[in-house]
């Protein structure tokens, strides 16, 4: 089992910047893949940016290229999403996401952005 811990959500000005952050705990090393996921009200879950935790292999999806970046600090189990130039649209619970051996699949419990004047 692969426990995952969100920080770093709130409440941001249109284009500020946050950085969010998940601590993985139990059985780490059967992780493959880590990466964010977003949900924004009334609108299904969607991927925001991954990272392959060996080779560091990044995917973000389209409208925030060039704006966030995800990186992982193996030592420490983390996985950080810095997020720049933050729009409106960007508004959303961000969950911390990881795969692991067999394909299984963990999330935390979700961190809220809200970005608004």
């Known amino acids: 089992q692969v426990q995952l811990v969100e920080s770093g959500g709130g409440l941001v000005q249109p284009g500020g910047s946050l950085r969010l952050s998940c601590a993985a705990s139990?059985?780490?090393?059967?992780?493959?893949?880590m990466g964010w996921y977003r949900q924004a009200p009334g609108k299904q879950r969607e991927l925001v940016a991954t990272?392959?935790?060996?080779?560091?292999?990044?995917n973000y999806v389209d409208s925030v290229k060039g704006r966030f970046t995800i990186a992982r600090d193996n030592a420490r189990n983390t996985v950080g999403l810095l997020m720049n130039s933050l729009q409106t649209e960007d508004t959303a619970v961000y969950y911390c996401?990881?795969?692991?051996?067999?394909?299984?699949?963990?999330w935390g419990q979700g961190t809220q952005v809200t970005v608004s004047s």
């Open positions: 996401n990881a795969v692991g051996l067999g394909s299984r699949i963990y």
């Open positions: 139990g059985s780490v090393s059967s992780i493959v893949v």
């Open positions: 990272i392959i935790k060996g080779a560091g292999t990044t």
